[in-house]
């Protein structure tokens, strides 16, 4: 199991981190949404639980839950800045195809 964050997305984790108090990572995850199906869901962890996965990298954990596992094992976790806009940029390897909009994935 790996997921890889990238230099800008670890410092972009720890400015979150230190603007919540008892914050203990990373929760990083999928839910179902959009026309592809899957969509990426990013927060601040404040548990972890029994059947959680915690990954850490530098300093920082980042926890999934076990449904989203499979969905998202390999993948490498970016911060990514476009003129006004920044956002966290996913490469998963378990994408077989995304939407047009770019909202959701779907998996082979």
Not at 12 to 30: K, Y
Request: proline share 3%.
């Amino acid at each position: 199991m790996a997921i890889h964050l990238t230099a800008a997305a670890v410092e972009r984790v720890r400015q979150f981190m230190g603007r919540e108090p008892g914050s203990l990572g990373l929760r990083f995850g999928v839910k179902r949404t959009g026309c592809s199906g899957w969509g990426y869901t990013v927060d601040v962890a404040r548990q972890i639980a029994a059947d959680d996965t915690v990954v850490e990298q530098d300093g920082v954990k980042v926890v999934i839950d076990a449904n989203s596992l499979p969905l998202v094992d390999g993948t490498e976790i970016d911060f990514v800045r476009q003129g006004l806009n920044q956002q966290f940029a996913f490469r998963n390897p378990q994408a077989a195809a995304a939407c047009g909009c770019g909202e959701s994935f779907t998996t082979a």
